[in-house]
């Protein structure tokens, strides 16, 4: 978040702790970060992908990889990186990255608030969502079905559902209808294992 300290000890943004709630001094601080993490999701190697608000290095990145020890990856070829807030990043079991947020473009290609990464931070221009028209102003959250199929929820602007799922390559399911969805924005998704889909945000209705 945009945490300085933890339990006295400085900290930049971004802290691990032992399992009984201590921080662990094994974690490297050596990246500089100003602004907000929002989001934290960690690959099945360990490595850690940040999401937020933030500059890294002077330069608004919005996008971030560390090593499982807290440094930087090097590795993660982000180029000129995504122009906007992210608030949402999902990790597929391919190892590509979905994540969303306020992004109108990614190292210079446009995307549409939602965009995939290959493991390596390179845009996957196979996605197909970052082709069609702006249908939502806010990706605020991701999850993914055991199918591939993924779910998002979005900013309400009082004609959409602020529910969506595509499909692999980022086509639209339109079996996937919400009538009216949800009438105020969607800030959580998660899948249960049965399939089915728990919301929360600041809705008050769903399909009336």
């Known amino acids: ?3 300085s300290q933890y339990n006295g000890v400085n900290i930049n943004r971004i802290a691990r702790l032992n399992s009984d709630g201590s921080y662990d001094a094994s974690f490297n601080q050596t990246i500089s970060l100003t602004g907000e993490i929002n989001v934290i999701a960690v690959q ?58 306020t992004l109108t473009t990614y190292n210079g290609t446009p995307v549409n608030n939602l965009a995939r990464l ?35 929820g979005t900013n309400y602007n009082g ?15 339109t079996s996937f209808h919400p009538i009216l969805g949800g009438d105020n924005h969607i800030l959580t998704i998660n899948i249960q294992s049965d399939g089915k889909t ?11």
């Open 1 to 3: 978040g945009l945490v």
């Open 44 to 101: 099945s190697d360990g490595k850690i992908i940040c999401g937020g608000s933030f500059k890294d290095g002077g330069n608004f990145r919005y996008l971030v990889r560390l090593n499982a020890d807290g440094s930087k990856d090097l590795s993660f070829n982000l180029g000129l990186g995504n122009n906007c807030l992210v608030t949402a990043i999902k990790i597929q079991d391919d190892g590509k990255i979905v994540f969303g947020g």
């Open 118 to 152: 290959n493991a390596d931070g390179t845009l996957d221009t196979t996605f197909s969502i970052g082709l069609i028209p702006n249908t939502f102003n806010q990706v605020n959250s991701i999850d993914i079905q055991n199918d591939g199929k993924i779910i998002i």
């Open 159 to 173: 004609s959409i559902p602020n529910l969506f799922r595509y499909d692999i390559n980022g086509i639209q399911d």
């Open 198 to 208: 728990i919301l929360g945000g600041n809705f008050r209705s769903y399909d009336n």
